[in-house]
């Protein structure tokens, strides 16, 4: 696919309207059997290829959270139960806090302000972050600590096809 793909945020009901392939499909398929009772724990989908972590945690504030991107994974993310926020930076705008570790896909870097964008993700809406898409997720909404569910579904980048907005899908926003 290569680079060029920015975040997408979108309700969960029109992930179809991007379309990157079977394993974009397989992903969303995966997520829509989820429920706030599911284990946490690694659920694979394709190996290593396509693979989902289940977690429950506390949201917590920008300082204490972590600013990573990713090189051969997308991610995909949603929320079970709760609310978290995400902070979004073009990679190549930061410093580097730890190199890329090609064994665990993960870069990290400093945080020497807010991100170029802040989304809040809930039950309803999904967040696709693709390779420089730099991320802080686990973020507190205001200034109160919450428990949360979440998922994200890391799919293998080479296995997504180019992209096209469904224009059939467009209209019936």
């Known amino acids: 696919m290569g680079r060029g793909n920015s975040m997408i945020v979108d309700r969960m009901q029109n992930w179809q309207a991007y379309e990157f392939?079977?394993?974009?499909?397989?992903?969303f398929e995966f997520l829509?059997?989820?429920?706030?009772?599911?284990?946490?724990g690694r659920y694979e989908?394709?190996?290593?290829?396509i693979f989902a972590?289940?977690?429950?945690?506390?949201?917590?504030?920008?300082?204490?959270?972590?600013?990573?991107?990713?090189?051969r994974y997308v991610d995909i993310q949603t929320v079970l139960r709760g609310r978290e926020g995400f902070e979004w930076f073009p990679a190549s705008s930061l410093v580097v806090a730890q190199p890329?570790?090609?064994?665990?896909?993960?870069?990290?870097?400093?945080?020497?302000?807010?991100?170029?964008?802040r989304v809040d993700i809930g039950p309803s809406l999904f967040i696709a972050l693709f390779p420089d898409d730099a991320h802080m997720?686990?973020?507190?909404?205001?200034?109160?600590?919450?428990?949360?569910?979440?998922?994200?579904?890391?799919?293998?980048?080479?296995?997504l096809i180019p992209w096209k907005v469904s224009l059939s899908a467009e209209a019936g926003r």
């Open 21 to 27: 392939g079977p394993a974009w499909r397989s992903a």
């Open 53 to 71: 972590i289940v977690m429950s945690y506390e949201t917590r504030g920008a300082d204490e959270a972590i600013l990573e991107a990713h090189r």
């Open 137 to 159: 997720a686990t973020l507190m909404l205001g200034n109160q600590r919450e428990s949360i569910k979440k998922v994200v579904v890391k799919i293998r980048e080479d296995l």
């Open 32 to 40: 829509g059997k989820l429920t706030t009772e599911t284990a946490d």
């Open 45 to 49: 989908l394709q190996g290593d290829d």
């Open 100 to 117: 890329y570790d090609a064994v665990k896909d993960v870069e990290f870097f400093q945080r020497l302000g807010p991100g170029s964008a």
